[in-house]
């Protein structure tokens, strides 16, 4: 599978939600692709408004979240455009406090999930199993004159790889250069566009866009855009056997 995420559908999409627990925020689909319980890659858009605090909680799929604008913190670490986190499913995390100016973060995950679990409300509903949490440094998107100037392709490790786990990690190319990366692993590949253009057999990718790529898909010839490419490549994890559900 090849799915591609764009700001078209995230203008289209964008509204505004309040939980029952009374918070309240903005949300944008970038990339949707059903409800399919084994693959249905997903990237939306939280925009958290000034100092509203979202309660520590967990997913039940495994997850990225990439923060694109505004500060705050995750739990005891300050985030900032560009910060990197990974949740694995049934692991909690946060809570997430946005400062003065908002926080907004993309959520991505390679199967389909609604809602959050409450904690500690929701401490029955965890499940026994692995927890994962991994955090990159903050990464913020490259300006266009940056892109320009750079004389060979850079690689920047936000979330080192290892058997098994998650990886992250930042491609920063000059105008017009070929895309070498990786081939998707585990659950699938997703790549973000932080800054610059990213050319794809399906179309070009502008800023906040993304592509998904599913394991053992060939991703075709791509490239920069004549800006350059700052990307930010995402390998999610396959779901822990503790998790998989009983057949």
Known sequence: MIAVGSATLAR???????????????????????????????VFL????????LPAHFHTQNQFQVFKQGSGSLGSRAVGPGSVHYAGAFTGYG???AGPQGLSYFTIRAVFETGANFLPV????????????????????????????????????LIEADAGGPEAFALQLPPFSELRGPAAR???????????????????????ESRFLSTGEHGGACSAGPQGLHL????????????????
């Open 12 to 42: 289209d999409t964008r509204h505004h939600r309040v939980l029952e627990n009374g918070f309240s925020f903005h949300r944008s689909e970038w990339m949707q692709t059903g409800s399919d319980p084994q693959l249905s890659p997903t």
């Open 46 to 53: 939280v925009e958290q408004p000034p100092h509203s605090v």
């Open 95 to 97: 809570p997430l406090v």
């Open 122 to 157: 929701a401490r029955d509903k965890l499940r026994r199993g692995p927890k994962r949490h991994a955090h990159g440094p903050t990464h913020e998107p490259r300006t266009l004159e940056q892109l320009r100037a750079l004389k060979a392709p850079v690689r920047a490790v």
């Open 186 to 208: 585990g659950s699938g590949q997703f790549q973000l566009v932080l800054a610059g253009e990213l050319n794809t057999p399906e179309r070009r990718l502008q800023q906040w």
């Open 232 to 247: 930010l490549v995402l390998q999610v994890p396959v779901m822990a056997a503790e998790y998989l559900p009983v057949r």
